[in-house]
């Protein structure tokens, strides 16, 4: 079955219709992963966003569970250029086809992804529709009159509909960390069990009060989807956390959110870095790392008081903040991903400076 995808400046891909066949009006995205697509799709990161990998192949090497980084997958659809007919590997439990119908994402194969790219570099991120060949020949003649409708939708406030409802503790022996959940990625937690910390993991709008009365050794801001600027009463509490003598750290929107609670001001990118393969610069050694990254917004440095914070780390591609440093604060933030599931172990040191800042392993 024919699907196709309509972006809101009026332009129009044609492939082949692969999970459900509803229809979808989402914000589109790319990813320049060459791997690791079950990770990028259960990501939180991606709720009110349908994503285009850009790797001319996905799905050779099937479904493996154990690979997913929430309990379902996120995006609003997905689209590639190829999708493998058939799955090889030895830990492969089920097809990315059954996968996306499951749970009814809808999605296109056979679209041109580069000639999308392009587009979407060009333009910046734009909204489109993905809907099969019968809604599209419904709609055919009076096309033009659906791209209001495109370019109205918002991705919200999705914060919520992907945090954890309740308190979860994950056991260990060393420092006691709270990790506030955004829509954390499974690896963040992990790499701190790895390293024998326990976890607490929070909802999103849990009162800063209850999480420093529980006396942490450390608290953890994770990713998450949507503009850091809509987190209105979490960016509150987030203030709460920085007023305290807790050591803090925070990846993507926590690195958003801490500095939006300290006074700076964040902006959308053109169209977002999205992929495993980012190089980012530590401002204090001049090394470079090479990163995994899914956002859309960054901190703007000009907005930043540097009696409260200093960069640490810059995007080498286009100069954007990826991190920084508090002044006077056991505070350090991130812009990428140090759990890098998919993507390069290059910045997984992080965690382990954190674990410093909390007094070392136990």
């Known amino acids: 079955m024919k699907a196709f995808l309509i972006l809101e400046d009026g332009h129009q891909f044609e492939g082949t219709s692969i999970g459900s066949d509803r229809e979808v009006i989402s914000e589109i995205v790319f990813n320049t992963s060459m791997t690791g697509y079950l990770e990028v799709l259960t990501d939180p990161s991606y709720a009110g966003q349908a994503v285009v990998m850009t790797y001319p192949l996905i799905g ?10 929430s309990q379902r997958p996120w995006p609003d659809g997905y689209i590639v250029r190829e999708l493998s007919r058939t799955a090889s590997n030895f830990r492969c439990e089920g097809s990315i086809q059954d996968f996306l ?22 333009k910046g991120t734009m909204n489109g529709m993905i809907l099969t060949e019968q809604r599209y020949q419904e709609y055919c003649g009076h096309i033009e009159e659906l791209l ?16 954890c409802k309740e308190k979860k503790v994950l056991e260990g022996t060393g420092p006691k960390v709270a990790l506030l959940d955004f829509g954390a990625k499974d690896h963040i937690a992990q790499s701190l069990q790895a390293r024998g910390c326990e976890v607490t993991i929070y909802p999103a709008h849990t009162l800063a009060e209850e999480i420093l009365c529980t006396q942490p050794d450390g608290i953890m801001l994770s990713n998450g989807p949507g503009d850091p600027k809509s987190c209105v009463q979490i960016i509150r509490e987030v203030r709460r956390l920085y007023e305290s003598d807790v050591p ?26 999205r992929g ?32 409260v914070a200093a960069a640490a780390f810059c995007n080498v591609n286009d100069g954007t903040n990826e991190g920084l440093r508090y002044i006077g604060k056991n505070i350090f933030t991130v812009q990428f991903h140090p759990e890098a599931c998919p993507g390069p172990q290059d910045s997984g040191f992080l965690f382990d400076r954190f674990l410093e800042m909390m007094g070392g392993n136990n």
């Open 60 to 69: 050779n090497y099937g479904i493996c569970f154990h690979d997913m980084e």
């Open 101 to 122: 119908e499951k749970h009814d994402i809808p999605g296109i194969a056979g679209v041109d992804t580069r000639a999308l790219t392009k587009l979407l570099r060009e």
């Open 148 to 163: 209001p409708k495109i370019k109205a939708y918002t991705v919200g406030n999705v914060v919520e509909q992907v945090t």
């Open 248 to 273: 803090i750290f925070a990846i993507c929107l926590g690195h958003q959110l801490m500095a939006l609670a300290a006074g700076a001001d964040t902006h959308r990118l053109k169209y977002g870095h």
């Open 276 to 307: 495993g393969n980012h190089p980012v610069k530590d401002l204090e050694t001049g090394r470079v790392y090479i990163t995994a990254q899914n956002h859309g917004y960054v901190v703007d440095t000009d907005s930043l008081d540097q009696s």
